[in-house]
């Protein structure tokens, strides 16, 4: 995979970036719902509280209270939000019934059959005072009233029994056709009540007819019973209800939105947030509807994030699944998991989902209403997240918007950079090839890179690790030459000696001529030691054990010895240092430093001086040789160091000069973990050759 590939491939690891934004909306997302539980659970809590100790507000008959739980036969009535005409059709109504008694089905598909037993379904609602029910009768053979046959009602009627001053009273409700229905008092009439408030219309169905009435509140007691009679003519009328006209006890209660309950409430209410109280028993009393419900198509709308934007974020940042929203059924009565938490005495909260807009959540917070220490409802919030999740949207499209932005501009910044890369790889390579066009041998300077970083250090490298080969190809080059021109002269001596001797028959000839085929065989040995000492100087040092050494006794011993070695120069040694610790191998020390004053020797006039100094330099000792003479050539102290460079006159006596003691120097230097440097004296007076040595601890 090339170098540009392999970056683009890292590149997606920025995708990361986005990720840990998401990470972190969530983190914010649940910070926020736990924020607006906590205050929502507060708000019910003061709401709750304001209703303490206040019974009346919440049962107008606080013998209510003390009714079993289940309350069978209760008729509840909701609050009408609009004007209701009494026309006896159930247009303005719900579709849900609140229930019925009887033979009666939801539909109102009962049976009609001969002899089947009666049955009724009935809505009812409160509006300013007065409560109104629809009641959907199933009768197969509608009986109406016959005014002439007895005063009395003889048809099929409705009664509905009230509870006042701990009375009861009844009403009954019978037309002789279909039309507007007035009550009439049945029995014992109550005083102060006029059955003529009890008005209606009757309709006749399919199924049986319709009655639609209205009556004032206040005439109930709190309390209300239907019952229908069936009269067929062919035995006694058959009834359906809930009470029997035998009984003498309190008809059912009568549940509805108490005024004096409504409208404190209506203070708690807020923009998005939905405002109950329920009883005991979880009937549901009041009720402050959100007052600016939530709206997609609203201004709002172009300040929402892209749809698809919305929905990768809830992909993305998916809560777990929690059950959909309850409903307060028809007949008035909530089953939620907060409520009855709240109902046994404790602060309960839960999140839910819309059923009609899945991707709204809504929070539901329950508290409980008290007096005398015991539970006597519970105040319901609830409120959208609406609010709080525009928010994140929000932040999540600009997040995902500046993250995939950052991403694709830094995947195109280390596209560019792997091309720039890898161009430059590309060039280093194609010069490597340049220089190399002839097997092994280098044809070319290699171009050096003066950028600061790892390629160009390693163009650099390259240039130096192939001039170093130029060198050494150069050194084999001129190997043969130097040999040839070394060797030519003891080979010479050695011919021309054994040919004057062949012709020269006196003793004493030949014996001269003998001594002089001796020393050129000496002068070859000379040669051939010289140029296996280098070999045997890297064995040295590959086989040598470094130790710790005092350079300062050590040169006190060898200095005299190469004045003695020299006496035609004057050695002097240059050390005011008690001590000076080194990691090295004397030997190999030694050697350097015969190579050494044996160069100083060679360049210094007889006579002259020869200086050996040791001197501290940072965390290296300097050990230097310098000598008076001719300078070093500017272009050849670079490589004075390297193997066969020698600045000696090829005429110079006798010696073996083949350039490798300098680079014996440098063997031995690098060894040790030092360095070698050469330069000229200031006023070109000479040469100093120094070694710079790591310090060493005793």
């Not at 092994?440 to 890179?449: K, L, W």
Request: glycine residues 8%; charged residues 20%; contains cysteine.
């Amino acid at each position: 995979m090339s170098l540009r590939r392999q970056l683009i491939v890292i590149s997606l690891l920025l995708l990361a970036l986005p990720w840990a934004g998401c990470q972190f909306l969530r983190e914010t997302e649940n910070t926020l719902r736990q924020g607006q539980a906590i205050a929502l659970q507060a708000t019910a809590q003061a709401v709750a509280a304001s209703f303490s100790e206040q019974p009346g507000l919440l049962y107008p008959d606080t013998a209510r209270l003390r009714e079993p739980a289940e309350l069978n036969g209760s008729i509840y009535a909701r609050a009408a939000q609009a004007p209701i005409i009494v026309d006896g059709y159930a247009d303005g109504w719900p579709d849900e019934w609140s229930g019925g008694f009887g033979n009666h089905s939801e539909n109102g598909s009962a049976d009609q059959g001969p002899g089947a037993a009666p049955g009724f379904r009935y809505q009812a609602a409160t509006r300013n005072g007065m409560l109104y029910l629809l009641l959907a009768v199933s009768d197969n053979k509608v009986v109406y009233d016959n005014p002439g046959l007895s005063p009395e009602p003889n048809g099929d009627r409705l009664l509905i029994r009230t509870w006042l001053d701990g009375r009861r009273q009844d009403y009954a409700i019978a037309t002789a056709a279909p039309g507007a229905v007035r009550a009439r008092a049945a029995g014992r009439r109550h005083p102060g009540v006029n059955p003529g408030q009890i008005t209606g219309v009757w309709q006749d169905t399919q199924q049986g007819y319709t009655l639609e009435i209205q009556l004032p509140l206040g005439i109930t007691g709190n309390r209300l019973g239907l019952q229908i009679v069936d009269v067929d003519g062919r035995g006694a009328p058959l009834t359906a209800g809930n009470f029997t006209p035998l009984e003498q006890q309190a008809p059912p209660w009568l549940i509805y939105y108490p005024d004096a309950l409504q409208q404190p409430l209506s203070a708690f209410g807020a923009p998005g947030r939905e405002l109950a109280v329920f009883d005991i028993n979880s009937w549901q009393l009041a009720q402050v509807a959100p007052a600016t419900p939530p709206d997609d198509t609203d201004a709002n709308q172009d300040n929402r994030p892209f749809w698809l934007l919305r929905w990768l974020y809830r992909r993305i940042l998916s809560q777990q699944e929690v059950p959909p929203l309850p409903q307060t059924t028809a007949t008035g009565r909530l089953a939620a998991a907060e409520l009855v938490t709240a109902l046994r005495g404790q602060d309960a909260i839960r999140w839910y989902r819309e059923t009609t807009n899945g991707r709204r959540s809504t929070l539901s917070a329950a508290a409980p209403i008290r007096s005398d220490g015991e539970v006597i409802g519970a105040v319901l919030l609830r409120q959208g997240s609406e609010e709080y999740l525009a928010l994140t949207d929000r932040a999540f499209s600009k997040l995902l918007s500046y993250s995939l932005l950052a991403a694709a501009l830094a995947a195109l910044g280390l596209l560019g950079y792997a091309s720039v890369l890898s161009w430059r790889i590309g060039r280093l390579s194609r010069a490597a090839g340049r220089v190399a066009q002839r097997g092994n041998i280098v044809t070319e300077a290699f171009p050096r890179s003066k950028a600061r970083d790892e390629v160009g250090e390693l163009s650099r490298r390259f240039a130096d690790l192939l001039e170093e080969l130029r060198a050494y190809n150069e050194y084999l080059q001129t190997l043969s030459r130097k040999l040839s021109h070394e060797l030519r002269t003891p080979i010479a001596v050695i011919q021309s000696s054994l040919d004057n001797l062949d012709e020269e028959t006196a003793p004493a000839q030949r014996d001269v001529f003998v001594a002089r085929a001796r020393e050129g065989l000496e002068r070859l040995g000379r040669i051939l030691t010289a140029m296996t000492e280098a070999s045997r100087v890297e064995e040295s040092v590959r086989s040598d054990v470094l130790a710790e050494l005092d350079l300062v006794p050590l040169l006190k011993q060898v200095v005299p010895a190469y004045q003695s070695a020299y006496p035609g120069y004057r050695l002097q040694l240059k050390c005011d240092l008690l001590a000076a610790p080194c990691l090295a191998s004397p030997d190999l020390l030694v050697q350097a430093l015969d190579k050494l004053v044996d160069n100083a020797a060679s360049f210094s006039a007889p006579g002259g001086p020869i200086q050996v100094s040791l001197t501290a330099s940072g965390s290296h000792w300097e050990l230097a040789v310098t000598n008076q003479g001719p300078p070093l050539p500017e272009h050849m102290q670079g490589q004075l160091f390297e193997a066969m460079v020698s600045l000696r006159e090829k005429s110079a006596g006798d010696g073996v000069h083949l350039g490798l003691g300098l680079y014996i120097v440098k063997l031995i230097t690098e060894t040790l973990g030092g360095q070698v440097q050469a330069h000229n004296l200031p006023g070109a007076e000479g040469v100093m050759i120094a070694l710079r040595l790591p310090r060493g601890e005793l």
